[in-house]
């Protein structure tokens, strides 16, 4: 490969956005239950955390043709694959302050097995192989874009999720 070959071949890896190693995170397993109307929402602490002095936290959002299902769910693909058309979104949001998040970052891959369908009075579901990048999201439209040289955090050790909370 030529040297212009492989400026190139760093410039399409720097497009995809993700940092060389993605940083290990464990998830939490404690939950709290938040929604309106069509969106079904949980979200926990992160706990250690990972940014600076404000909260970071998971948030896992259901919309319209989340609700009712059960399965395995591709993350990172199809209409999965942006905050702005995601059925079933994943996000971290990092250095919270009255709900503004200074960084978000999205599932842009992994299987979220849902065991009972978001809408049920329990929900039980884990995460698979999973990895989020550091992206912004438009405030306008939703669209999310992988940041340039961004951060990224991929599974930690055990288990995600094989967690059933109460819809109250």
Request: aromatic share 10%.
């Amino acid at each position: 490969m030529t040297i212009l070959g492989l400026l190139m071949s760093a410039s399409l890896c720097n497009s995809v956005a993700v940092a060389a190693a993605c940083l290990p995170l464990d998830l939490p397993s404690e939950l709290e239950f938040g929604g309106a109307n069509s969106t079904f929402a949980i979200y926990g602490a992160l706990t250690p955390q990972i940014g600076g002095a404000g909260n970071d936290f998971f948030d896992a959002q259901f919309f319209d043709g989340a609700i009712g299902v059960t399965g395995d769910v591709a993350l990172g693909v199809g209409d999965n694959a942006n905050y702005a058309t995601c059925t079933h979104c994943l996000l971290l949001c990092v250095d919270a302050v009255e709900e503004m998040c200074e960084k978000h970052f999205f599932a842009d891959q992994g299987t979220l097995r849902l065991l009972t369908a978001p809408g049920e009075e329990v929900l039980e579901f884990e995460i698979l192989n999973w990895r989020f990048v550091e992206v912004t999201i438009d405030s306008n439209d939703g669209v999310s874009t992988p940041v340039p040289g961004g951060d990224c955090y991929s599974e930690g050790t055990g288990a995600i999720f094989a967690n059933g909370f109460e819809n109250l």
